[in-house]
């Protein structure tokens, strides 16, 4: 039972704040103080999203020293790192920083521990991503490879359970016509652009979910409260950075401007072709063969040349692991590039086999194709990594309207020489 000392308006709560029964301090505005006491066997949760050193680590901060995106109030890697390895899971989850990094690697080649700084901030990633999940299936799904694969297997079945369900007792074929008849992409028109219109829908309303959590948990305890002005006025940095993932250029090392590139064009691929058959299906996926000058065509070659080949290039380096940042790599970063490369491959084998006159190839390749670009859009989008491209721009916003609300606040923004006084001997989290 609570104890009544400590809950409501008890005669010990002061005026303006009262104690819940967790022990948090709850003010009488609403905003909650965080609770600073360690998880036990928090470590070992993280654990299960990749991989995290929790011994190596001397606290020396030269990780952050190196770090090019490391600066003001967004302190990383060293910071998050230690409050994971203390187990101080609140102040974790109202931090931002694993998702302002980006990946170079720079601090995992300094550090003098081998802690692999990197690789840690990679799996910090996945636990936020999951735990900003109401859904709890990030969870699930980050965590155990037998969910990952179930879940897109799952997905690419379903698919063709409804197309067999729609065609057996919609349109009243036989099984035997169903499995012997070519048919045209048009002939599903009607429905499959509402098809297209839900699975495109469900994915974003997750998304949109994660980013509602990652705001409540992350700026309730920012330190001065933003208005809903300043979260107009740096709406442009959320789409500055979402079209442009021009932080990953920031990075010092020269490769991280090739990589930033082949990111870029990836991204840009795939919203490409998403924006292309939510809007535009009847013209992108037709049985008509337009001319080669026509944009269908090029647009479509475009599209599915960048989604070849870096997704192949992505698989080819980390089995091969032809950079450091290769040297660790989680079930999830093998099934985005996969996933991305079936589908432009089975979309391919559609179009060429249409192009032939192969109808009973093409009707299977649509068949391949919808399910597994259905898969990946409604496994990898919400769950898996593919989350990422939209909830770094989102933290990235956060973060500049958490330093606009301080700055306009005056409070100091801590500064990266910080982290100086840190190797010098004072190491405050
Ligand atoms: S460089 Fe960073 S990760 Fe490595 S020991 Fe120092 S603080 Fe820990
Ligand atoms: S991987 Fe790069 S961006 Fe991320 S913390 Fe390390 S040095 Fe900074």
Redesign the pocket.
């Known amino acids: 039972m609570a104890d009544s000392s400590t809950v409501g308006n008890s005669p010990c709560t002061s005026k303006d704040t009262r104690k819940a029964w967790s022990g948090r301090v709850i003010h009488n505005d609403g905003a909650r103080e965080m609770n600073t006491l360690a998880v036990p066997g928090f470590v070992v949760e993280l654990r299960k999203y990749g991989t995290f050193d929790a011994n ?9 020293v190196v770090c090019n995106l490391s600066d003001g109030q967004a302190s990383f ?2 910071r998050p ?2 409050l994971a390895l203390l187990g101080l899971k609140e102040p974790l989850l109202a931090g931002l920083e694993p998702w302002l990094c980006y990946d170079c690697g720079e ?1 995992s080649l ?8 990197r690789e ?1 901030m990679m799996t910090l990633r996945r636990y936020l991503s999951a735990a900003y999940d109401v859904t709890r299936i990030s969870s699930k799904i980050l965590t155990s490879k037998i969910w990952e694969i179930a879940s897109l297997v799952f997905v690419g079945l379903l698919v063709f359970g409804l197309a067999f369900f729609y065609h057996l007792y919609f349109v009243e074929l036989s099984v035997s016509d169903l499995i012997s008849t070519p048919m045209g992409l048009e002939h599903m028109f009607n429905i499959i652009i509402y098809f297209t219109y839900a699975v495109f829908a469900i994915p974003v309303l997750i998304l949109i979910l994660k980013a509602v959590r990652m705001q409540r948990l992350t700026m309730r305890n920012a330190g001065a409260r933003a208005p809903i002005r300043l979260y107009l006025i740096e709406a442009k940095t959320f789409l500055l950075h979402l079209m442009s993932q021009k932080r990953m250029r920031e990075c010092v090392e020269p490769i991280q401007k090739k990589r930033w590139a082949k990111h870029w064009l990836m991204v840009l691929a795939f919203a490409a072709k998403s924006f292309i058959v939510i809007f535009f299906l009847k013209w992108f996926q037709t049985d008509s063969i337009y001319p080669l000058w026509n944009p269908q065509r090029w647009v479509g070659y475009l599209i599915a040349a960048i989604l070849i080949f870096f997704p192949s290039e992505i698989i080819v380096s980390r089995a091969r692991i032809r950079q450091a940042m290769h040297k660790f790599s989680e079930l999830s970063d093998l099934t985005l590039p996969v996933m991305l490369l079936l589908t432009a491959v089975s979309g391919i084998v559609v179009h060429v086999s249409r192009y032939l006159e192969f109808s009973m190839a093409c009707h299977y390749a649509y068949a391949v194709h919808v399910g597994v670009a259905t898969s990946l859009v409604l496994v990898e989008l919400p769950f898996g990594k593919l989350s990422h491209v939209m909830l770094r721009p989102f933290a990235l916003y956060l973060q500049a309207v958490k330093e606009r609300a301080l700055g306009e606040a005056k409070i100091p923004v801590e500064r990266k020489s910080s982290e100086q006084l840190i190797l010098k001997g004072t190491q405050p989290v």
Do not use: D, H, K, M
């Not at 190596?56 to 952050?64: D, E, H, K, R, V």
């Not at 300094?110 to 700084?117: D, M, S, V, Y």
């Open positions: 190596a680590c001397l606290n020396c901060g030269s990780c952050t890697p060293r790192l230690q601090c300094t550090c003098p521990r081998q802690a692999e700084p840690s």
